[in-house]
Structures are given as C-alpha cells and as structure tokens.
Nanobody
Framework: QVQLVESGGGLVQPGGSLRLSCVASRSIFSMNLMGWFRQAPGQQRELVASITSGGRTNYGASVKGRFTISRGHAKNTVYLQMNSLKPEDTAVYYC??????????WGQGTQVTVSS
C-alpha cells in the first residue's frame, strides 16, 4: 500500500503560478508511473501530466507548455509546476501512482482555484 498526500493548492490570479507536491508514504522508486489528474465540477477526471520511472513525461493538450511534472530528489515526491494559470485550470488536482500501467493509488486531492 502507498498513501499519497497532495499539497500546494490554493487561490491564484490568472497568469499566476503554483507548485503542487505529492508525498508518498514510501519510496515511489518501484512505481512505473506517477501522474497528476484533475476534476472540475460536473466534468470527468482528466490526465494532466504523467512521468515514468525512466523520466519520460506526457501532458494533456490543454496544459502542454505551461505545466511541468517532475520527480523530487527525495525518492517519495512528485511535483507539478503550473505556470500561466487560467480560470479553466480550476479543479481538484489528484496525485496517482501506478505499479505498472494502471493507476493503483490515489491521493485525496488539493483544490486549485484560478480567479481574479
């Protein structure tokens, strides 16, 4: 079992930046895939970004060029740097981990609100 805890969400103005953190209860070195998802009210959960154990990244079309996913130097952290935030980025953001290619573990989420 792995517990994931997200932090770093909050209220930010359009054009601003936030960095989300995901801390796992144990090393995620053995996880094949770490991802960030988001869900806005009335919408389905969507993939924001993912990173493999080898460092390969993948981004949703709406965030490409603005968001960056990375693994921390500590072996149990993943970050999501979000720049040039837009109101449509408002959502609950979730961290997830996959032992292979299916996400097995999920965090509780952190709220991101982009508004003036």
């Amino acid at each position: 079992q792995v517990q994931l805890v997200e932090s770093g969400g909050g209220l930010v103005q359009p054009g601003g930046s936030l960095r989300l953190s995901c801390v796992a209860s144990r090393s995620i070195f053995s996880m094949n895939l770490m991802g960030w998802f988001r869900q806005a009210p009335g919408q389905q959960r969507e993939l924001v970004a993912s990173i493999t154990s080898g460092g390969r990244t993948n981004y949703g079309a709406s965030v490409k060029g603005r968001f960056t996913i990375s693994r921390g130097h500590a072996k149990n952290t993943v970050y999501l740097q979000m720049n040039s935030l837009k109101p449509e980025d408002t959502a609950v953001y979730y961290c997830a981990a996959a032992q292979r290619w299916t996400y097995d573990y999920w965090g509780q989420g952190t709220q991101v609100t982009v508004s003036s």
